[in-house]
């Protein structure tokens, strides 16, 4: 249920709101900028005329860059569909989420994919537990040119996707897609390599140089690893992507997707939503794979709200030391819900590619503590 309101509500103060000590955010806090801190904060508000609206509250830069890592997938997984619905609409209607699709070997060091992987399966992977080749055959579907646009053209003008995820190669090779084969019955489809990119820059962010030094291979460079050339996106667009998809009916005077179809639509839902232990193919264990596997907010959310009455839909990323959160949280007892998207870098050492990062002991419990700061607020 969202806020009901005759006029727009001013933002919150978040840096207020989660200054308590008792919160452990303080410190965090005010090394916000050393620590590339951001968080959105969105709330659906119904005005009288039936209109849902975000009332929006901030904390950090917005031009600050941060890498996305794996929130991007989400992006990748829309483009993916509505290509899909566009194929199928081509060869009279002859493909669903039920069809296969395999990679063919391009590059030099390239592996065979294994034959004939099922759509639906590589989206839960890349949705629930975050796996990145899926998201790497959505980017030879779609082309670094055609993923870009996809996004554009639904009003995330900041998105520059620049690269596969997990897989080295030159801003040159990313421009290329791999030959890709799509198969359902006795209908097949081969989708020939493309060489065309897009134009990108990510000259619209600030603090491309991060860290002290970096890794290249096993040699450690004693300067900053440039972020020019990695891909990148606003936290607002990274929220509002999210809302496009889990909220169509928030008006965000962005385009969105009009056309993911019902079908397309709440199987994403379903995903961004499960836990690992629901996903019905692949399956995973519980014990590698537990509920807050996926969803850094759960811990803090459930000292708030009972586990049976949350429900979070979310797409999250770790990598280069950079987590990010991109949530919609709702109590399902009540109907209300808030957006939540935040972002911060832990890098005590400063080298970039070492994997000496404070994921578990800074970054989680931070993630832990907002949500239930933002949790105990809203909904107190």
């Known amino acids: 249920m969202p806020l009901r309101a005759q006029e727009p509500q001013p933002p919150r103060d978040l840096a207020a709101l989660l200054a308590k000590e008792e919160l452990g955010l303080a410190d965090a806090l005010r090394r916000h900028k050393e620590m590339r801190i951001q968080i959105l904060l969105a709330e659906p508000v119904t005005a ?16 600050q860059y941060f890498y996305p890592a794996s929130t991007v997938k989400l992006g990748a997984a829309v483009a993916a569909l509505l290509e899909l619905q566009r194929l199928s609409r081509e060869q009279d209607d002859a493909f ?36 990145n080749p899926p998201y790497n055959r959505c980017f030879e579907l779609l082309s670094q040119k055609g993923l870009n646009e996809t996004l554009w053209s639904a009003g995330l003008s900041s998105a520059r996707m620049w690269h596969r995820l997990s897989e080295p190669r030159t801003v040159e090779e990313h421009r290329l897609t791999r030959h890709l084969a799509i198969q359902q019955g006795d209908t097949s489809l081969a989708i020939a390599p493309r060489e065309a990119g897009a134009k990108l820059d ?29 891909s990148a996106i606003s936290l607002e667009d990274l929220q509002d992507m999210l809302a496009m998809v889990v ?65 979070v839909y979310a797409k999250i990323g770790q990598a280069y030391g950079f987590a990010i959160e991109n949530s919609y949280v709702e109590n399902v007892a009540t109907g209300r819900g808030f957006f939540v998207a935040a972002v911060i870098y832990v890098n005590a050492d400063g080298c970039i590619g070492d994997d000496r990062y404070e994921y578990e002991s800074v970054a989680d419990p931070f993630f832990a503590s907002l949500g239930e700061a933002l949790a105990r607020e809203l909904w107190k």
Not at 257 to 284: D, I, K, N, W
Request: aromatic content about 8%; charged content about 35%; some cysteine.
């Open 48 to 63: 009288a005329d039936g209109k849902v609206t975000l009332r929006r509250s901030r904390f950090g830069d917005p031009r």
């Open 96 to 131: 669903t989420m039920d069809a296969k699709w395999r990679a063919l070997p391009r590059f030099p060091g390239d592996a065979v994919d294994p034959p004939w992987i099922p759509i639906a399966d590589d989206l839960r992977a890349m949705l629930i537990v975050s796996d």
């Open 202 to 230: 990510n000259s619209a962010f600030t603090e491309l140089q991060v860290g002290a030094s970096h890794m290249r291979g096993k040699e450690r460079i004693d300067q900053p690893m440039s972020f020019a050339d990695k």
């Open 247 to 311: 909220r169509p009916d928030i008006d965000l005077k962005k385009r969105g997707f009009p056309e993911l179809s019902v079908t397309s639509r709440a199987f994403l839902v379903e995903q961004l939503g499960a836990y690992p232990r629901e996903c019905p193919s692949p399956e995973y264990d519980e014990k590698k794979h537990p509920d807050e596997y996926c969803k850094f907010l759960l811990p803090g959310l459930r000292r708030v709200v009972p586990a049976d009455s949350l429900r």
